[in-house]
């Protein structure tokens, strides 16, 4: 039998968990919100705070439907605070170890019968749930960036998921009204499979000195009609997460087409990570981002 899912724990409340936070508690989900900083919570019910003040000034969610999901998210400061959590979903930083240390402290705490999902953009669904006490209970859901604005979820099942698993987590997404398509568990799935070469392959346009950040972005935006350029995507997205994608992917499918730019390492290893840390291809710290190259 599907899982009945009253309570969603988000582990992570960088850009993607609070998005997922968001979309759970407006769709009638209770949810705890849990990082490993106190001030990272803060900030995420922060963001979403204002992100639901946002579709209440465009008229997509009422101030009553605001109110009511802002009070079904709990800050826990603790992971122990997810314990009463029908599923978990781990969005923390896109590192493998990072997410088996977080599994292994999950399991010690959450009920037996509760759901545990990754976020991961690429790491495999198989190898993250072979190192928790559930794999059969264990799925890959994908999220897009923003959360509250994008309609596709991915669905990967690692190679033990059992289909109440897989049910529920269908289930689930079709009650935060978004739309999934299913993924094999390959390194990096569907959507970053054919994305993130292509933001790689613009970096290394970039490197190789055919275009500028602003030369690139508005061919890319303009005469492919792409909504963001590659470049302003990749500071969206993160660069460490884009590389840390790309490593999975040449890694994972030993393809020397999936090298990752050395300007890309470049970018973060010097802390420029894009929005998140205000410096990336742009500099975000003025009025208007500014091209860093
Ligand atoms: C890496 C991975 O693992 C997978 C991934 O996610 S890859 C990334 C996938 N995502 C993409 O490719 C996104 C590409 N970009 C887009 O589709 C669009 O630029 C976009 C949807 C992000 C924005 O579209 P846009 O037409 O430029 O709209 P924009 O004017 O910026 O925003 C639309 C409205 O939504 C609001 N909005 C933006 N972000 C929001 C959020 N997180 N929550 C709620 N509202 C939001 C904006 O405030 C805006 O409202 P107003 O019109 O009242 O100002
Ligand atoms: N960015 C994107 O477009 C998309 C990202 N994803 C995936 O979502 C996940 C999160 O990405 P994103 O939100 O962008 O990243 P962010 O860097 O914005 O957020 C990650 C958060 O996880 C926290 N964190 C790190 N380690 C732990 C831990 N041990 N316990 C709890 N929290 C921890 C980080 O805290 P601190 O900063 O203090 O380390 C940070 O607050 C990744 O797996 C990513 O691949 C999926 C779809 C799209």
Known sequence: ??????????????????????????AGYDVALHDADPDRIRSGLATINGNMAKQVSRGVVTEEARHEALGRIVAAEKVEGLSECDLVIESATEKEEVKRKIFAGLCAVVKPEAMLASNTSSISITRLAASTDRPERFIGIHFMNPVPLMELVELVRGIATDDDTFESSKQFVTRLHKTYAVAEDFPAFIVNRILLP??????YTLYEGVGSVDSIDRAMKLGANHPMGPLQLADFIGLDTCLAVMQVL?????DSKYRPCPLLVKYVEAGWLGRKTQRGFYDYRGEKPVPTR
């Open 1 to 26: 039998m599907p899982l009945e899912i009253k309570k969603v724990g988000v582990i992570g409340a960088g850009q993607m968990g609070n998005g997922i936070a968001h979309v759970c508690a407006l």
């Open 250 to 254: 040449h890694e994972g499918l030993a």
């Open 198 to 203: 292509m933001i790689n392959e613009a970096i």
